[in-house]
């Protein structure tokens, strides 16, 4: 693996290294007390001085509030990015940027196992707007190519791991393909997180982010965020986010923030244990397959090791027996509470063929029955294992 690989560019204010960002970029100590921890600047409007006299930048918070834009300087520091937005969801940063960058007639592609609610928003929603979309298996550069010498594409999302098969795509062979056919990268870089992998400085043109997961990382707030690397997208975005509102509330911008400020050392440990998780699963009996980066028998196994600073969190399972026995496994853990979501210090399991990718159902991007999925969190891994030990079948 390649250490350090995909690291944001330093920031001379708050120095280079990822975790001194995490902790300082966007952070300062606050100029009027000397507090150390940016204030939640819960307020609605602004006084001005004078008629168009704003103080600071700031007049209504849907524009702008103090608190999200220290969230938004941190994560555009840890993206290696020159601007980032907090969104109110990880599903409002994404609908945000895709209607600033496609218009009705326009195509983009996405993963062949694509996150159930990125495949509703594409199938339900955008497709009213005329915007239409093809699965691709994205890990297959030669597929992508062909797919983008077929038609004009405006858009290739991708998701790397993916949600929840965890397929690994070449970020910087993609960004080729697209740079070469006029197309717009974007990754969903949610299971990775910014500590693990660095889209942007392998090509992307804009990172997205569920908040909500590994950067808040304790399950109490729900948030979005997009990263760009040019400017002028960058301000196209703050004028869509601004004209249609889901933004991050100043509460939960604090609490992302807070998250942010542990993630070196929970990433680290939530790739230790599910490490651990998915060596004892590819022995089991009762297991037919893992699916784990890590595992070097994983088709993607050689990319994340050159792309990614570590193999992350999630593992998914098919279980013997079918659909049926997957489900009976996610109701007999203890310590793996069976929860959507994911990216939290508790350890979760869900079934996503019922859960998070209901809606994939009956599509070509539907998830087999015998899978479970696990969000691996940083409790005792030899109590971790000695749960789905006893939650297997024998």
């Known amino acids: 693996m390649s250490a350090g690989a995909g690291r944001p560019p330093g920031d001379g204010a708050a120095g280079g290294g990822f975790e001194t960002l995490a902790i300082h970029a966007g952070q300062e100590p606050d100029p009027l007390t000397g507090a150390v921890v940016p204030p939640i600047y819960q307020v609605s409007t602004y006084a001005q001085d004078g008629v168009g006299g ?117 970020i910087t062979a993609l960004a080729q393909a697209c740079r070469e056919a006029g197309a717009l990268l974007v990754v969903d870089n949610t299971f990775a997180s910014p500590y693990l992998q660095n889209p942007l400085a392998l090509g992307a043109d804009a990172v997205v982010h569920s908040t909500t997961k590994y950067l808040g990382g304790h399950s109490d707030v729900v948030g979005g965020a997009v990263v760009v690397a040019d400017p002028g997208l960058g301000e ?68 994340a090791a050159k792309q990614m600073r570590g193999f992350g969190g999630m593992v998914s399972f098919r279980v013997r027996g079918g659909e ?36 994939t159902a009956e599509s070509p991007l539907a998830v087999p029955g015998d899978l479970v999925r696990l969000s691996v969190g940083i409790e005792s891994v030899d109590d971790l294992l000695e749960d789905l030990r006893q939650a297997l079948p024998r």
């Open 54 to 170: 704003l103080r600071a930048g700031y007049e209504y918070s849907r524009s702008a509030n103090p608190t999200r834009t220290a969230l938004e300087e941190c994560l555009a520091a840890l993206e290696g990015g020159v601007r980032a937005l907090a969104f109110a969801s990880g599903m409002a940063a994404e609908d945000c940027l895709l209607r600033t960058v496609c218009a009705p007639g326009d195509h983009v592609l996405i993963p062949h196992d694509a996150y159930g609610g990125t495949y509703r928003l594409f199938d339900k929603v955008l497709s009213g707007w005329q915007v239409s979309y093809r699965p691709v298996h994205l890990a297959d550069t030669g597929a992508v190519r062909r797919a983008l010498a077929e038609r004009p594409v405006r858009v290739v999302w991708v998701e790397t791991p993916t949600n929840p098969l965890l397929s690994v795509v070449d």
């Open 324 to 359: 049926e026995e997957a489900v009976a496994v996610c109701g007999r853990t203890r310590l793996f509470t069976l929860g959507e979501s994911l990216g939290g210090v508790e350890s979760l399991i869900e079934h996503p063929s019922r859960m998070t990718h209901a809606s």
């Open 236 to 303: 196209r975005l703050a004028f869509v986010q601004n004209a249609t509102g889901a933004v991050a509330g100043p509460f939960d911008a604090w609490l992302t923030l807070r998250g942010i400020r542990t993630l070196p050392v929970r990433m680290d440990r939530h790739g230790r244990n599910a490490a651990r998780v998915a060596d004892m699963l590819a022995t089991h009996p009762a297991v037919t397959e893992v699916f784990y980066p890590g595992l070097p028998g994983h088709p993607g196994h050689e990319v």
